[in-house]
């Protein structure tokens, strides 16, 4: 399995981990029975657990993106040093951005998120 495909199923890992750890940190704040209903004026999860959330939506978003990129490259046999280094990139940054934002350092937050983007864009000019 090439380096790129072992770092899209850990980025996979690593989103379930962002949303146990949301589920966790939802659950501390407004208890199971809250969770497990239909969620209609569901309040507010704060500060970590709500961080939590966020980090784990901006997860989900930015892996669609990752997989796309990394099956095309795989599929038109473009994986290269280049793709290899940017999906390092992705997945690095990814998993410091989950840690800093449960941390709540906004403009870290927002450079390493940066970071990760540049790992898309590696591999996505590989691909055009």
Do not use: C
């Amino acid at each position: 399995m090439s380096l790129e495909m072992k770092l899209l199923v850990w980025s996979a890992a690593l989103a379930f981990v962002q949303v146990v750890i949301a589920v966790l940190g939802a659950q501390m704040q407004v208890g199971l029975p809250t969770l497990a209903g239909n969620r209609e004026n569901m309040p507010v999860i704060a500060g970590w657990a709500g961080r939590a959330d966020r980090a784990h939506r901006n997860m989900t978003a930015n892996l669609l993106l990752f997989a796309i990129l990394v099956l095309v490259a795989q599929i038109a046999g473009k994986l290269d040093a280049t793709t290899a280094l940017g999906a390092q990139l992705f997945f690095w940054a990814r998993l410091a951005y989950a840690v800093v934002y449960l941390l709540g350092i906004p403009w870290l937050r927002t450079a390493v998120w940066a970071v990760s983007v540049v790992g898309l864009v590696m591999i996505f000019l590989r691909v055009i």
